[in-house]
């Protein structure tokens, strides 16, 4: 169903009729099969009844057709199973009290009988009492003059439209499923992508906001005596912010993807304006980094950022090292990323929404991450991503 066909008033498959135009349709749909009334129509008018039985005759099949339409119009709603049951069992009563009173040709209220309950009862029911239905109409039809010979013609109706109606049913809660199910998954992308944001921003904005922080402090100290000095960390807090800006942009757009490059000369600028001293390596060229998939060597990028982030601001540490080794495991090959420092060994607080991302990060491309205390003072952050067979 296309939104152009709602937009007519087409009623969406096993989904309630919402507006007045929907609603009509339906119940046009419903009522073409009523067709099949004229035989018990044309009797009435035509069939030689007195008045007081034509009377009788067109209230009684104005009553059932009523009840009929209720039965099957409100099959979205999930009436009752007992409730049904007593509808079904007053439609079959209806049905026999006419045919026996006014003649064979009422005998085809019994195909909407079977159909009704195809259609109003659960599947494990009505299997039973579309059968049933049907074998009713097969004992009133040998009951009513001449009704033997309309029989032929009504037994495979009445059992393949009520099964049929049985199908349908089925069709309508797979749908209704399925819909539900569909809302699920949306919902729980749309989670999904509110916790990537989260920890896009936390890394983003914490790394820059760090260095802009730390390069203020220094051109503050460095203003009075050393404004040249000053107006160049003045010029770094400007290219940071403005890159900042870029990543956040970038971020918010779902594109953004860093690389091990370009967030090793990241922190090598961050720590050098920490007073950290980096012992970094030069490139993750030593032919790791080409080998590495988009998402692993982002999740490790990632990694990198975050936990030089932690040392500028959390560690007082003097020195930081940053390596990345190819590890030949029973698992497989791994790469992994150490970032160690020799400061205060970390805080002593449980892993904040920093180390939590991370972990989703890395488990996301079948990696992990420890981090904790190396030793009295100091603190390790190792990071480990699968590198693939093929590489």
């Avoid at 039985?53 to 339409?69: D, E, H, K, P, Q």
């Avoid at 304006?273 to 993750?284: K, M």
Wanted: glycine content about 10%.
């Amino acid at each position: 169903m296309t939104k152009a066909d709602e937009d007519r008033g087409f009623p969406e498959i096993a989904k309630r009729p919402e507006s007045r135009a929907q609603k009509v349709v339906k119940a046009l749909w419903i009522s073409i099969w009523l067709f099949y009334l004229s035989a018990p129509v044309t009797d009435l008018v035509s069939g030689g009844h007195g008045r007081g039985a034509r009377l009788l005759g067109g209230l009684g099949l104005a009553a059932f057709v009523a009840w009929y339409l209720v039965l099957v119009f409100r099959t979205v709603r999930q009436m009752a199973v007992p409730r049904v049951l007593l509808s079904l069992v007053v439609l079959a009563t209806q049905a026999t009290v006419l045919s026996l009173s006014l003649g064979r040709e009422w005998l085809v209220l019994f195909v909407y009988v079977s159909i009704s309950s195809g259609a109003a009862l659960p599947g494990e029911i009505s299997r039973w009492t579309v059968p049933g239905a049907t074998a009713l109409m097969t004992a009133t039809a040998f009951a009513v003059p001449g009704g033997d010979a309309y029989l032929a013609g009504l037994l495979i109706p009445a059992l393949m439209g009520g099964f049929a109606m049985v199908g349908v049913r089925a069709m309508i809660r797979t749908t209704m499923e399925l819909r539900e199910a569909r809302a699920t998954v949306a919902q729980l992308a749309a989670n999904e992508e509110r916790l990537r944001m989260a920890r896009d921003l936390h890394d983003l904005l914490g790394h820059s906001l760090s260095l802009i922080t730390l390069k203020s402090e220094l051109a503050g100290r460095m203003l009075p005596g050393q404004p040249e000095a000053a107006a160049q960390q003045v010029a770094d807090i400007e290219r940071v912010s403005r890159q900042a800006l870029v990543d956040v942009r970038e971020a918010v757009s779902g594109y953004r993807r860093p690389t091990l490059p370009g967030e090793l000369a990241g922190a090598r600028t961050a720590l050098a304006a920490a007073g950290v001293v980096a012992d970094l390596p030069p490139e993750p060229a030593d032919g790791l980094a080409p080998q590495l998939p988009e998402e692993a060597e982002s999740a490790l990028a990632w990694s990198l950022r975050e936990a030089v982030t932690n040392v500028v601001r959390h560690s007082g540490a003097k020195r930081c090292t940053v390596t990345l080794t190819d590890r030949q495991t029973l698992a497989g090959r791994f790469v992994e990323l150490t970032v160690a420092d020799d400061g205060s060994g970390g805080p002593a607080a449980p892993a904040g929404n920093g180390l939590t991302g991370l972990t989703e990060r890395l488990e996301a491309v079948g990696g992990s991450l420890s981090a904790g205390p190396a030793g009295k003072t100091g603190f390790r952050l190792v990071a480990r991503v699968p590198l693939g067979s093929d590489s």
